[in-house]
């Protein structure tokens, strides 16, 4: 059964049967439509999650949302805040309806940290990585928005 639920996501492909029977049941699923916040900028992050299907954006919300990173289905989101801030560092938003399956922080530190570690050494070492790629992107994408609003209001 939480087989078929995870199938989708590149994450659990190659994973064992102990660890997909016990982080399966844990997952929640969660639906949300069409340019809909998933999380913004500055919220409690309580959760990390994968996206089952659909696409979702990094958005750049005080500069009418403009988008500078994307996830497609199969990937996974929101570790980065949990492992290294209390708070959300970028919001994100779907660009089409999404299925997302959502695992808490309690959840997400027992079994990445305690149950399956070598699997959250894996998580780790992606989310280092994830960190410096989205930052510097976003700071090209804020470079960016600055000189258009800043070219837009000479005009």
Known sequence: MHR???????????KNVKFLGTIGPLMREIKIGENEYIFTEGEYASEMYFLKDGTAEI????????????????YYFGEVDLLFG????????SKTPCVLLSLSKKNFQKIFFNDFREIGAEIYNNALKRRVRAYKVYKEALAFCEAEAKEAKAK
């Open 4 to 14: 078929d639920m995870l199938r989708d996501i590149e994450f659990f492909k190659r």
């Open 59 to 74: 958005v750049i919300k005080e500069y009418n949302n403009f988008p500078f990173m994307s996830i497609e289905k199969g």
């Open 86 to 93: 209390e708070t959300r560092r970028f919001s994100y938003r």
